[in-house]
């Protein structure tokens, strides 16, 4: 008998790197994860793209599909902040650096960075939904990556304060010139110096200007309804108004059928579209 | 080359069959038929002229299959898919017409699954033409017929006390080398009887348009009238030929990942861990079952994702009819007028 193809539902062989809450509730946390093999990195890097994800396996728990919130340059380690919900998220929430996981991706088409070269780029991210518009921007900031977009404005809400990620670089961020960022919470709390109020307020208040640039959304479902509308009044055209979906997934292979979207597959036609393609499609999200 | 099989010499082909591959042909096993592997002193079930109640794309996509084993390392490894050389015996043509649109899903030049491509190589699949017309089929209707060779390696005609047999791949000219040839009469007999089977078939609803009705009046009360007594329990989608979709479970109980039918019936299908559902009801659970083989399909490869075997009709328990369902769909509005 031949030698067998690898099977496309075999995870990669990672172990955790680190581990720690991301928001002072503990509901995110963040993993960073090694790889078992070096071939394996190479591999992984030579095919990845901001905005796409992996399932992570827990053994005997099953897959869970989560958004890449690293940049290729920051080492040959692959970020995932987790939300708690569910059972297979529980026990992500478990791990301690050096226990093994799986790991399948990097899946889904990312974002269209080579279409954005030369514009400007405007990132909208509200709550967890923000982790790969981070690994977007820390993309951009590589040195050799920056020179080949424009201006670049940050939007990112969340319900508190302590549910903000990536608390640091965000921090440091305010300090770059050649970027602007625009935090907000959703309700007044002591000491906060940023916006209050939701996201698509915040758009609609900071009025990024449409010309010459791409808007690029990520959010819970409420935020992404309020907050796409917001961008066509302020002139954007659906074809450069970009949002990544989400769905329940199980194969991330366009084959189990289950995150159908009309003819489309959010696992492998997406998660990435744009406004005007998510507009031919059947609202059955 | 058409060729003849007397009818008495069946079981000495189908038994010379075995000795190079495992024969899978229709027999009965408490009273429903199905595609089961040949022993010492079968019996076929073949008279029956409707088909098998559970399509034989479950020899390719079984019900529930292990993909990975766990490791002791707590890791995963491949479970080879190996698969004999088989021939199945009898299968009619919508179902052999399914397998090829499953073929889109699953051997898609990006991620080919393996367990599916082994099975497909490994299989010759002989087909059994359908001369009387069975009661709830519609495989005229959707672009399939009693007699299609879509995905057919050989085909059967029942000509009474003979079969003809047409080879239509060289994996089928493979298992008919010892037949003699047909007459031009018993030719002339059998695309006389292919012909009257076609046309004996009624058309069951109107095809043109229907995606565009369907894609148009996707928030129509329509869904709710239709759904209405649907129960929820999926027997028209895990019956169905062209339905694949499948959840994937770690059973740890047993240390293997294992893959399951799965329906966009049920509820969970599309739960999410947020509590959100984009299908919270049978509305909207019918509404894809329909969309997705009357329009999503017909994006995806330009064929309805439907071959008209007729079992979503046969055996729904509340007597729900996909033919009757879309007849009501070809007249809704074209355009629903904004409110």
Redesign the interface.
Known sequence: MPDQAQSPYLPIPMHVLHAYYESTDHSLKTLELSFDDPQDARDFFAAFNPGQFCLLSVIGKGESALGVASAAWEGDFVRFTAQKLGSVTTALHALKPGDPIGMRGPLGNGFPLEGWKGKNLVIIGGGCAFSTLYALTKHLHHPSNRGDYGKLTVIYGTRTSGLCMYKQDIAAWHQRDDMEVHQAIDVPEQDWLHHVGYVPDVVKEVRPSPVNSVAVVCGPPIMTKFTLPALVELGFSPETIFTSLEKRMKCGLGKCGRCNLGPKYICKDGPVFSLAELNALPADL | MNLILKKDQLNIVLNAWRQDYEVYAPQSLQNITHFLPLQDGFELALNNAHNTRIPPKALFLPTSEA??K?TR??????I???TAPRVIFGVRPCDAHALTMLDT??E?E??????WQ?RRDATVIVGLGCHEPCQTGFCTTVGSGPFNHTGLDAILTDLGEIFLVETLTEKGERLFTQLEPSSEDQNTHASQLQQSAADRMPIAFETDGLKQKL?QN??SPYWEEVSRSCLGCGVCTFLCPTC???????E?HRGE?V?NW?T?MFRT??????G?N??PSRV?RTR?RL??KY???V??INQIGCTGCGRCVRYCPVGLDIRAMLRKAHQLPSEVPHA
Not at chain 2, 73 to 78: A, K, V
Not at chain 2, 244 to 250: G, L
Request: aromatic share 20%; glycine share 4%.
């Open positions: 993909l990975l766990f390392f707590g890791g995963y490894e491949q080879p898919s190996e899903v699953f898609q990006r991620y080919t699954d393996p367990h082994a894609d996707f928030t694949f979709c499948f959840d994937i479970v770690d740890a990942r893959r799965d966009c299908y599309s739960l999410e861990a947020s959100h984009p299908r909207e894809q969309s997705h329009s999503y399909w994006d995806q």
